[in-house]
């Protein structure tokens, strides 16, 4: 199907769902739910960029994209002459997020994918490329760029298992798309042979790997520069990071059974939503250890301020945002949430670069290339069941060495990779100047 068509099957299909898209949206409104942000972004009315500077325009929707583009910024500026980088998210928490940690010359969302608030936002950001970061296809954004000659190029993109039976099915209409690319950036070589599937110019696919790899650890080296304390562990600590309702009894009764062998334990629980705060504190309340927990307090020394609150407490309620990164450095043993129940994990990459051994369960889907490349060298546990669990925490609490040397296999296999996606970087890099 060529794109003249898709363009005007997309408009028409647009015209017939906007008075459900604007029902909903009165309805949220209403309701005092959660909509979409600025409308006056997502209608087009972006900042306006300054004149005779290069603009890069970099799109970024979820929260775990968002972070993994700061390093990116950062070369593009120090790269590319001239330059100003606009960053548009997809979502509220994205946005906030950017505010709080990435350096961008402009923020905003992204305009809905409607025709005029797009084109009335190509006019105002004027950009000479667009990165877009994984593998995001709305129609009138490409397009544009197709019209106006913009390079736009697609940084970390993947087909997980769950969604290339999706692609194929709809190939048809998102060949065409994949192909105003000028260049797509695959994490690895399985992603390189689904997007082929889709006869996609296999000219325009390079494998570059994880960016998320170079991101977090250039994100660690950048707090060990600026750190000023030292990091003293005064205690044997399990870090469960993302947690998620569903799972908190599972780590609950696991630190219950620890604690009887093993009685100078802590338990830092940081949830992945803080939604569920209430139920979290509730749950925790009931088992009857003492807990803390950390909202808004501020530390100038992590390891005295952990420390501190582990002469008092045994457990650590984590519901501030930025502050899981650090924490890893406090941790003896890391879980991921998501992974003892059907969510599918997060991010293993964290842990990684700061040595942890890290025990995951058996949902690891929204992880499984990088957990299979851990295993692969060491570098985690996976386990399929509550008993596995017990027995595994014991045994790497018993055998320290064997903890460190798994830690140190996944430190040094995500080294590797950084190693490598800085290196085909250059070709990004290259384009842009």
Request: hydrophobic residues 45%; glycine residues 4%; positive net charge.
């Amino acid at each position: 199907m060529n794109l003249i068509l898709i363009f005007l099957l997309y408009q028409v299909l647009q015209l017939i769902l906007s008075p459900l898209l604007i029902a909903i949206l009165i309805k949220r409104k209403i309701k005092k739910k959660i909509t979409i942000g600025s409308f006056k972004e997502r209608f087009g009315f972006v900042p306006k960029t300054k004149k005779n500077k290069k603009i890069i325009w970099i799109h970024a929707v979820s929260v775990g994209e968002i972070l993994s583009v700061q390093n990116v910024i950062e070369n593009i500026k120090q790269k590319v002459e001239n330059s100003d980088c606009f960053l548009t998210t997809g979502t509220i928490s994205g946005k906030k997020i950017a505010q709080q940690n990435i350096t961008s010359d402009y923020l905003s969302f992204l305009p809905f994918d409607f025709l005029i608030p797009m084109l009335i936002a190509f006019k105002r950001i004027k950009p000479a490329a667009i990165i877009i970061i994984e593998a995001e296809t709305w129609p009138n954004f490409l397009m544009l760029a197709k019209f106006f000659s913009i390079p736009i190029y697609s940084l970390n993109a993947r087909i997980s298992t769950r969604s290339k039976k999706r692609y194929l099915n709809l190939k048809i209409f998102l060949r065409p798309l994949f192909n105003i690319f000028k260049i797509i950036f695959v994490q690895s070589q399985e992603d390189k042979k689904n997007f082929e599937k889709l006869k996609i110019n296999p000219f325009k696919i390079k494998t570059l790997g994880n960016i998320k790899t170079f991101n977090v650890l250039s994100k660690k080296e950048k707090l060990e520069k600026f750190k000023i304390f030292k990091i003293e562990k005064l205690y044997k600590t399990l870090l469960v990071g993302s947690l998620h309702s569903g799972e908190l009894e599972i780590y609950l009764n696991l630190f219950k059974n620890i604690k009887k062998e093993f009685s100078n334990i802590k338990l830092i629980l940081a949830p992945r939503h803080f939604h569920w705060q209430n139920e979290l504190i509730k749950k925790v309340k009931s088992t009857g250890y003492k807990y803390y927990l950390w909202q808004k307090d501020e530390h100038k020394n992590l390891s005295e301020f952990i420390n501190k609150k582990f002469e008092i407490y045994d457990i650590l309620l984590v519901c501030k945002l930025g502050e899981l990164f650090k924490l890893y450095q406090m941790s003896d043993l890391f879980f991921l949430g998501g992974t003892f129940v059907p969510v599918g994990g997060h991010n293993l990459l964290e842990p990684s670069v700061w040595s942890n051994p890290s025990i995951i369960g058996l949902y690891n889907h929204n992880c499984k290339d990088i957990a299979n490349k851990l295993e692969k060298q060491n570098a985690i546990i996976k386990i399929k069941n509550q008993d596995k669990l017990l027995l595994q925490t014991k045994h790497l609490l018993k055998n320290p060495d064997l903890a460190k040397s798994i830690g140190q296999n996944a430190q040094k296999w995500l080294l590797s990779e950084a190693k490598i996606v800085q290196k085909n970087l250059k070709i990004l890099w290259n384009e842009l100047i």
